[in-house]
């Protein structure tokens, strides 16, 4: 049986890539072979991230620190497809030694904002002359549009 959309998040050492982590000693290439095994079989994409590039510190001292990647978001493809623009973010706590995780499946996407229309039955009302006035007796910052 194949999956055909999902995603996993996890954390263990075996998700581990050489190039993801920040001091300690260099993990062998076969430490996290399975992994790639499976991330290959299974035709998964790493969904990214934003924020620090490791979400896991053993927070000792400076010299001493080793940060990692542990945490990762492989998803497929059907996946993707169905959450286009998702993303991850690493939100940095003081309470763990893992960074927390926060998956946003829907990003707000290019809200534009509304134009203002004038609606002629405010003239009804005797006091939107009064705010009017006010509103343009004020200095406004002027946008370019975009």
């Known amino acids: 049986m194949k999956v055909l959309a999902w995603n996993y998040q996890g954390a263990g050492r075996s ?15 076969w430490s996290f072979r399975k ?17 620090l590039p490791w979400n896991w510190s053993n927070n000792w001292s400076i010299g001493e620190e080793i940060k990692e990647r542990l945490d990762r978001t492989p998803t497929s493809v059907e996946w993707n497809r169905n959450n286009s623009g998702a993303n991850l973010m690493h939100i940095q706590t003081v309470a763990s030694d893992h ?20 609606d002629a039955r405010w003239l009804q009302y005797p006091e939107v002359e009064k705010v009017v006035d006010s509103a343009w007796d004020k200095q406004q910052m002027a946008s370019r549009g975009t």
Not at 35 to 51: A, H, Q, T
């Open 15 to 29: 998700l581990t890539i050489p190039s993801l982590k920040e001091g300690g000693r260099a993990r062998e290439s």
């Open 35 to 51: 992994f790639k095994i499976f991330i290959s079989r299974n035709e998964l994409i790493d969904l990214g991230f934003e924020g």
């Open 99 to 118: 960074a927390m995780l926060l998956m946003d499946t829907r990003p707000e996407r290019n809200k534009w904002k509304r134009r203002f229309q004038f």
